[in-house]
Protein backbone atom coordinates (compact mmCIF):
# COMPACT_ATOMS: atom_id res chain seq x y z
CA UNK A 1 0.00 0.00 0.00
CA UNK A 2 1.48 3.50 -0.87
CA UNK A 3 -1.33 5.56 -0.13
CA UNK A 4 -1.60 5.33 3.62
CA UNK A 5 0.03 8.15 5.49
CA UNK A 6 -1.08 7.44 9.74
CA UNK A 7 -1.43 4.47 11.44
CA UNK A 8 -2.45 3.61 14.81
CA UNK A 9 -2.18 0.51 16.08
CA UNK A 10 -2.06 1.45 20.16
CA UNK A 11 -2.72 -1.27 22.15
CA UNK A 12 -3.76 -4.13 19.90
CA UNK A 13 -1.34 -6.41 21.72
CA UNK A 14 0.86 -7.12 19.81
CA UNK A 15 4.22 -8.85 19.89
CA UNK A 16 7.53 -9.15 18.51
CA UNK A 17 6.61 -11.16 15.59
CA UNK A 18 4.29 -9.04 14.21
CA UNK A 19 6.65 -6.00 15.08
CA UNK A 20 9.51 -7.38 12.60
CA UNK A 21 6.92 -8.24 9.70
CA UNK A 22 5.93 -4.04 10.41
CA UNK A 23 9.63 -3.33 10.22
CA UNK A 24 10.19 -5.23 7.22
CA UNK A 25 7.40 -3.34 5.36
CA UNK A 26 8.81 -0.03 6.85
CA UNK A 27 11.98 -0.67 4.89
CA UNK A 28 10.38 -0.75 1.68
CA UNK A 29 6.70 1.69 2.28
CA UNK A 30 7.53 5.38 1.41
CA UNK A 31 4.36 6.98 1.89
CA UNK A 32 3.64 6.31 5.91
CA UNK A 33 4.62 9.33 7.81
CA UNK A 34 2.95 8.68 10.99
CA UNK A 35 3.30 4.75 12.96
CA UNK A 36 1.66 4.74 16.74
CA UNK A 37 2.77 0.93 18.14
CA UNK A 38 2.25 2.19 21.69
CA UNK A 39 1.33 0.09 24.26
CA UNK A 40 2.19 -3.13 22.75
CA UNK A 41 5.01 -5.68 23.56
CA UNK A 42 7.79 -4.20 21.28
CA UNK A 43 10.41 -5.28 23.86
CA UNK A 44 14.15 -5.46 22.98
CA UNK A 45 13.77 -7.77 19.59
CA UNK A 46 11.13 -5.61 18.49
CA UNK A 47 12.77 -2.57 18.76
CA UNK A 48 15.91 -3.84 16.94
CA UNK A 49 14.00 -4.38 13.80
CA UNK A 50 12.08 -1.21 14.23
CA UNK A 51 15.42 0.32 14.18
CA UNK A 52 16.77 -1.78 11.22
CA UNK A 53 14.19 0.03 9.49
CA UNK A 54 15.22 3.29 10.47
CA UNK A 55 18.56 3.51 9.07
CA UNK A 56 16.84 3.06 5.63
CA UNK A 57 13.68 4.48 6.00
CA UNK A 58 13.34 8.12 5.24
CA UNK A 59 9.66 9.12 4.78
CA UNK A 60 8.51 8.05 8.41
CA UNK A 61 8.13 11.22 10.27
CA UNK A 62 6.13 9.78 13.38
CA UNK A 63 6.83 7.09 15.78
CA UNK A 64 5.64 6.55 18.79
CA UNK A 65 6.91 3.27 20.85
CA UNK A 66 5.83 4.27 24.39
CA UNK A 67 4.87 1.56 26.86
CA UNK A 68 6.20 -1.07 24.77
CA UNK A 69 8.66 -3.07 27.12
CA UNK A 70 11.54 -1.70 25.43
CA UNK A 71 14.78 -1.93 28.00
CA UNK A 72 18.45 -0.29 27.55
CA UNK A 73 19.50 -3.15 24.86
CA UNK A 74 16.33 -2.01 22.40
CA UNK A 75 16.91 1.56 23.07
CA UNK A 76 20.73 1.70 22.40
CA UNK A 77 19.48 0.01 18.63
CA UNK A 78 17.08 2.90 18.04
CA UNK A 79 19.12 5.79 18.85
CA UNK A 80 22.17 3.66 17.09
CA UNK A 81 19.46 4.47 14.12
CA UNK A 82 19.15 7.86 14.59
CA UNK A 83 22.41 8.61 13.67
CA UNK A 84 21.74 7.39 10.14
CA UNK A 85 18.01 8.01 9.68
CA UNK A 86 17.27 11.30 8.04
CA UNK A 87 13.64 11.64 8.27
CA UNK A 88 12.08 11.17 11.44
CA UNK A 89 11.24 14.36 12.86
CA UNK A 90 8.80 13.25 16.06
CA UNK A 91 10.12 10.28 18.47
CA UNK A 92 8.38 9.05 21.82
CA UNK A 93 9.54 6.43 24.02
CA UNK A 94 7.97 7.42 26.87
CA UNK A 95 7.07 4.75 30.20
CA UNK A 96 9.60 2.36 29.06
CA UNK A 97 12.10 0.59 31.04
CA UNK A 98 15.19 1.85 30.34
CA UNK A 99 17.88 4.18 32.12
CA UNK A 100 21.68 5.80 31.95
CA UNK A 101 23.32 3.26 29.11
CA UNK A 102 20.66 3.87 26.94
CA UNK A 103 20.49 7.39 27.65
CA UNK A 104 23.99 7.75 27.01
CA UNK A 105 23.54 6.75 23.28
CA UNK A 106 20.73 8.69 23.00
CA UNK A 107 22.84 11.52 24.02
CA UNK A 108 25.41 10.53 21.39
CA UNK A 109 22.46 10.31 18.31
CA UNK A 110 21.78 14.05 19.78
CA UNK A 111 25.46 15.14 18.40
CA UNK A 112 24.81 14.52 15.00
CA UNK A 113 21.33 13.98 14.35
CA UNK A 114 19.66 16.88 12.16
CA UNK A 115 16.03 16.39 11.82
CA UNK A 116 14.56 15.31 14.79
CA UNK A 117 12.42 17.91 16.25
CA UNK A 118 10.66 16.31 18.95
CA UNK A 119 11.94 13.54 21.57
CA UNK A 120 9.62 12.60 24.85
CA UNK A 121 11.28 10.70 27.28
CA UNK A 122 9.40 10.79 30.11
CA UNK A 123 8.17 7.72 32.62
CA UNK A 124 11.39 6.64 32.26
CA UNK A 125 14.11 5.57 34.62
CA UNK A 126 17.24 7.84 33.46
CA UNK A 127 19.22 9.12 36.54
CA UNK A 128 21.95 11.75 36.70
CA UNK A 129 24.70 10.06 34.19
CA UNK A 130 21.84 9.45 31.68
CA UNK A 131 20.84 13.56 31.86
CA UNK A 132 24.47 14.55 31.44
CA UNK A 133 24.81 12.79 28.58
CA UNK A 134 21.73 13.67 26.64
CA UNK A 135 22.48 17.39 27.99
CA UNK A 136 26.16 17.18 26.09
CA UNK A 137 24.11 16.03 23.26
CA UNK A 138 21.92 18.80 22.70
CA UNK A 139 25.31 21.11 23.43
CA UNK A 140 25.51 19.97 20.00
CA UNK A 141 22.50 19.58 18.27
CA UNK A 142 20.98 21.82 15.88
CA UNK A 143 17.29 20.38 15.13
CA UNK A 144 15.30 19.35 18.61
CA UNK A 145 13.02 21.86 19.37
CA UNK A 146 10.71 20.35 21.98
CA UNK A 147 12.35 17.97 24.54
CA UNK A 148 10.88 15.74 27.56
CA UNK A 149 12.63 14.36 30.58
CA UNK A 150 9.81 14.54 33.10
CA UNK A 151 9.08 11.86 35.70
CA UNK A 152 13.13 10.03 35.56
CA UNK A 153 15.68 10.36 38.09
CA UNK A 154 17.51 12.91 38.20
CA UNK A 155 18.31 15.54 40.72
CA UNK A 156 20.98 18.52 40.88
CA UNK A 157 23.57 17.04 38.40
CA UNK A 158 21.71 16.37 35.71
CA UNK A 159 19.33 19.23 35.80
CA UNK A 160 23.05 21.45 35.92
CA UNK A 161 24.10 20.35 32.61
CA UNK A 162 20.86 20.64 31.18
CA UNK A 163 21.25 23.97 32.71
CA UNK A 164 24.53 24.37 30.79
CA UNK A 165 23.27 22.95 27.40
CA UNK A 166 20.30 24.88 27.37
CA UNK A 167 22.54 28.57 27.94
CA UNK A 168 24.06 27.36 24.60
CA UNK A 169 21.38 26.06 23.13
CA UNK A 170 19.51 28.05 20.32
CA UNK A 171 16.95 25.89 19.30
CA UNK A 172 15.40 24.76 21.65
CA UNK A 173 11.48 26.02 22.01
CA UNK A 174 9.89 23.84 24.83
CA UNK A 175 11.82 21.77 27.50
CA UNK A 176 9.88 19.88 30.26
CA UNK A 177 11.66 18.52 33.43
CA UNK A 178 9.16 18.25 35.79
CA UNK A 179 8.75 15.24 38.40
CA UNK A 180 12.49 14.78 38.93
CA UNK A 181 14.57 16.06 42.30
CA UNK A 182 15.99 19.27 40.42
CA UNK A 183 15.52 21.09 44.32
CA UNK A 184 16.33 24.69 44.74
CA UNK A 185 20.14 24.51 43.89
CA UNK A 186 18.73 23.01 40.85
CA UNK A 187 16.58 26.13 39.99
CA UNK A 188 19.74 28.29 40.91
CA UNK A 189 21.66 26.47 37.77
CA UNK A 190 18.44 26.83 35.77
CA UNK A 191 17.96 30.03 36.00
CA UNK A 192 20.91 31.36 35.42
CA UNK A 193 20.43 29.36 31.96
CA UNK A 194 17.19 31.45 31.64
CA UNK A 195 19.37 34.43 31.90
CA UNK A 196 21.35 34.55 28.83
CA UNK A 197 18.93 32.01 26.81
CA UNK A 198 16.99 33.74 23.98
CA UNK A 199 15.41 30.92 22.24
CA UNK A 200 12.99 28.92 24.59
CA UNK A 201 9.35 29.79 25.34
CA UNK A 202 8.05 26.83 27.14
CA UNK A 203 9.70 25.76 30.61
CA UNK A 204 7.97 23.42 32.17
CA UNK A 205 9.15 22.79 36.05
CA UNK A 206 6.45 21.37 38.08
CA UNK A 207 6.66 19.24 41.24
CA UNK A 208 10.43 19.60 41.64
CA UNK A 209 10.75 20.81 44.88
CA UNK A 210 12.80 23.91 44.10
CA UNK A 211 11.03 26.07 47.36
CA UNK A 212 10.68 30.08 48.05
CA UNK A 213 14.77 29.96 47.79
CA UNK A 214 14.96 28.34 44.12
CA UNK A 215 11.69 29.98 43.34
CA UNK A 216 13.15 33.86 43.96
CA UNK A 217 16.33 32.52 41.75
CA UNK A 218 13.76 31.27 38.67
CA UNK A 219 11.78 34.82 39.38
CA UNK A 220 14.72 36.96 39.08
CA UNK A 221 16.19 35.59 35.79
CA UNK A 222 12.81 36.14 34.16
CA UNK A 223 13.48 39.59 34.47
CA UNK A 224 16.12 39.44 32.10
CA UNK A 225 14.89 36.65 30.08
CA UNK A 226 13.39 38.33 26.70
CA UNK A 227 11.45 34.67 25.18
CA UNK A 228 9.82 32.51 27.87
CA UNK A 229 6.45 32.73 27.08
CA UNK A 230 4.96 29.78 29.13
CA UNK A 231 6.13 28.45 32.47
CA UNK A 232 4.65 25.40 34.86
CA UNK A 233 5.70 26.06 38.39
CA UNK A 234 2.99 23.71 39.97
CA UNK A 235 3.48 21.85 43.13
CA UNK A 236 6.97 22.91 44.25
CA UNK A 237 6.80 23.69 47.81
CA UNK A 238 6.48 27.26 47.91
CA UNK A 239 4.81 29.84 49.69
CA UNK A 240 3.25 33.47 51.25
CA UNK A 241 7.04 35.09 50.07
CA UNK A 242 7.28 33.92 46.73
CA UNK A 243 3.67 35.36 45.91
CA UNK A 244 5.03 38.42 46.46
CA UNK A 245 8.09 38.06 44.48
CA UNK A 246 6.04 36.34 41.63
CA UNK A 247 4.07 39.67 41.94
CA UNK A 248 7.10 42.15 41.70
CA UNK A 249 8.20 39.99 38.96
CA UNK A 250 4.81 39.99 36.51
CA UNK A 251 5.33 43.87 36.71
CA UNK A 252 8.52 43.79 35.51
CA UNK A 253 8.20 40.79 32.96
CA UNK A 254 6.45 41.68 29.23
CA UNK A 255 6.68 38.20 27.83
CA UNK A 256 5.24 35.82 30.03
CA UNK A 257 2.08 35.11 28.60
CA UNK A 258 1.22 31.93 30.56
CA UNK A 259 2.22 31.08 34.37
CA UNK A 260 1.36 27.75 36.58
CA UNK A 261 1.50 28.13 40.53
CA UNK A 262 -1.15 26.12 41.20
CA UNK A 263 -0.94 23.55 44.23
CA UNK A 264 1.87 25.51 46.11
CA UNK A 265 1.16 27.58 49.98
CA UNK A 266 0.64 31.01 48.58
CA UNK A 267 -2.12 31.70 50.61
CA UNK A 268 -4.04 35.16 50.92
CA UNK A 269 -0.69 37.03 52.38
CA UNK A 270 0.84 36.37 49.21
Do not use: Y
Not at 47 to 64: C, G, I, M, P, Q
Not at 176 to 186: A, F, H, K, T, Y
Not at 263 to 268: A, C, R, Y
Request: net charge negative; hydrophobic share 40%.
Amino acid sequence: NQSLRILDLFDNEFESGVIKRMADALKVNSSLTDLSLSCNSVEDIGARDLAEALTVNSSLLFLNCSCCAIEDEGIIEISKSMIANTGLKKLELNENQFGDEAARELGRALKVNSTLVELSLWGCRIGDPGAIAIANGLEHNTSLQNLSLSLNCFGLNGASEIAQAIAKNTIMRVLDISLNEVGPRGAKEIAKALKVNTSLLSLKFSNCAISDKGLREVANSLKFNTSLQSMRLNNNGFGPKSGKVIGLLLQENSTLTSLDIGGNTIKDLG
